[in-house]
């Protein structure tokens, strides 16, 4: 009797994966499949979905897989920065961390680690959330946090008087700004149009500050109750520059007032 020896069942190759912001997948693929030890990342086709997903390669592997791969394309740097970020703002968002944003994304694909740099009203610590965001992303996860004015410090740009950024070119230190600084120099306009391109209170507010002060030495404060010659009045203007106030009579009459001719 002769035995003969059964034939042994070729292995299925397959594509081992990590799908960005889903979990690892693997996919049946032709035998004569390679791929590059270089790459990274692609967009893969699979038969159950009619959209690319971006996936991490994770190699070759002969463990069973369901579904096929159909088509295998490299992707830019740029793109998977756009999708890691847009998952990232995503999961922030669920964690009602709604006021930070990802102002730059550095992703060294040979250590497989992303940083973001974000802005915020406040300070966070994301030490906790990182490690989440990193099983979402398979990539280890760092965050930085700059202040709006530093950030636009290095990007540079054009303020709002038409001029290279006053923080790029020569204000070396940023002291604390506030809103009763613009009081102070009757500025009474709407928030938006008090900020730079930071976002934040405008520099020059503060470095103003002195010559309004000094100007505004003797002058009444706008909503000062008064009564001259013509009876009383309510103070509705300043100009320091001229060194004169407007003010309006209970007859609704108006006229403006050197501060020497005050009294």
């Known amino acids: ?44 086709k699979v038969e159950e979905f009619d959209r690319p997903i971006l996936v991490k390669i994770r190699g070759i592997s002969f463990k069973p897989a369901r579904e096929r791969l159909i088509e295998l394309k490299p992707c830019s740097i740029e793109e998977i920065k ?25 992703l060294d694909v040979e250590k497989g680690i992303v940083k973001f740099t974000f802005i915020a009203e406040k300070r966070y610590d994301l030490s906790k959330i990182a490690p989440l965001i990193a099983k979402k992303l398979h990539l280890h996860v760092e965050f930085n946090q700059k202040g709006a004015r530093d950030f636009a410090r290095e990007i540079g740009g054009i303020g709002r008087c038409g001029r290279l950024l006053c923080c790029e070119t020569w204000l070396k230190e940023i ?22 391109i ?8 503060r470095f103003e500050l002195d010559v309004y002060e000094e100007l505004s030495k003797g002058m009444p404060d706008i909503g000062t109750e008064m009564v001259t010659e013509k009876g009383v009045c309510k103070v509705t203007d300043v100009n320091v520059f001229r060194g004169e106030y407007k003010v309006t009579y209970e007859n609704g009459s108006e006229e403006w007032i050197k501060v020497e001719d005050r009294w």
Do not use: H, W
């Not at 004569?32 to 790459?39: G, Q, T, V």
């Not at 995503?90 to 990802?102: A, H, Q, T, V, Y």
């Open 198 to 205: 930071c976002g934040r209170l405008l520099c020059c507010l």
């Open 1 to 44: 009797m002769k035995f003969f020896k059964k034939k042994e069942k070729k292995k299925q190759k397959c594509l081992e994966v990590s799908i960005i912001g889903g979990p690892l997948a693997r996919y049946r693929v032709f035998e004569n499949f390679n791929i590059k030890e270089s790459l990274k990342f692609a967009y893969i």
């Open 175 to 196: 002291p604390p700004i506030t809103l009763d600084m613009a009081r102070k120099q009757y500025i009474f306009t709407a928030p938006e149009n008090l900020t730079g």
């Open 82 to 106: 756009k999708l890691l970020r847009n998952i990232t703002m995503g999961m922030l968002f669920e964690e009602k961390l709604r006021d930070i944003r990802i102002v730059d994304t550095q």
